[in-house]
């Protein structure tokens, strides 16, 4: 069965210093894989996808994630982070039949100390 | 920029009710979904609606729950006779199709008393 782990529920980094959220996933094949991120009260927003080629993908706000396959996991990153960076950020992996379901990842929320 | 909008963002009702929950998506869609996620806990995938039918559902979309686009546009949620272990926030999204990303909206955040 498909599966996604967010080891850390929690994590909190100072405004400026860099960031890595981490996600494994487990998938019978290469699945599509996605960062959303929601803040509080409102909805999930796309961060950033990998569905094939270049396995480092560019989002918005400055994040980045690589695709590891022998690793199972897809971690996010962002050089500097800003207080606006605060927020609950999930891993989702879905399959590349495109039109079936969603696997989401626990969620990392993330605190920044100015 | 286009966005999935759903309404009403709360709703509060009595255990026992029905309750609908809207979604209208983005034009070109074609790919419809109901998410919900209970406070604190993982976003899970309920259902996917693709030619006017179910293509997927989840084990909790049981006979309570039934999903429908009577008009062409609005994609709809209802939950027949709602229970506390209803209350959660339900995200709609919609997507292109294959190679594309689901877009989601802002969620109804249902609390049922």
């Known amino acids: 069965a498909q599966s996604v782990t967010q080891p850390d529920i929690h994590i909190t980094v100072s405004e400026g210093a860099s960031l890595e959220l981490r996600c494994n996933y487990s998938?019978?094949?290469?699945?599509?894989l996605f960062w959303y991120v929601q803040s509080p009260g409102q909805g999930l927003q796309l961060l950033l996808k990998?569905?094939?080629?270049?396995?480092l993908v560019q989002g918005i706000k400055g994040f980045e994630a690589e695709f590891k396959r022998s690793q199972s996991s897809f971690n996010l990153r962002k050089p500097s982070v800003h207080w606006s960076d605060a927020a609950e950020y999930f891993c989702?992996?879905?399959?590349?039949?495109?039109?079936?379901?969603?696997?989401f990842g626990a969620g990392t929320i993330l605190r920044v100390k100015s | 920029e286009p966005e999935v909008t759903q309404t009403p963002s709360h709703q509060v009702t009595q255990m026992g009710q029905e309750v609908i929950l809207r979604c209208v998506p983005i034009?070109?869609?074609?790919?419809f979904y109901w998410y919900r996620q209970i406070l604190g806990q993982k976003v899970e995938f309920l259902v996917s609606?693709?030619?006017?039918?179910?293509?997927?559902k989840s084990e909790i979309f049981d006979d309570q729950f039934s999903v429908e686009r009577p008009d062409g546009s609005n994609f709809t949620l209802k939950i027949r006779s709602t229970k506390l272990e209803d209350s959660a926030m339900y995200f709609c999204?919609?997507?292109?199709?294959?190679?594309?990303?689901?877009?989601f909206g802002q969620g109804t955040r249902l609390t049922v008393v």
């Open positions: 989702a992996v879905g399959p590349m039949e495109y039109g079936n379901k969603l696997v």
């Open positions: 998938y019978g094949a290469t699945p599509y």
């Open positions: 990998y569905f094939s080629g270049d396995t």
């Open positions: 034009s070109n869609h074609l790919y």
């Open positions: 609606f693709y030619n006017n039918e179910i293509s997927e």
């Open positions: 999204a919609t997507g292109q199709g294959e190679g594309t990303e689901a877009f």
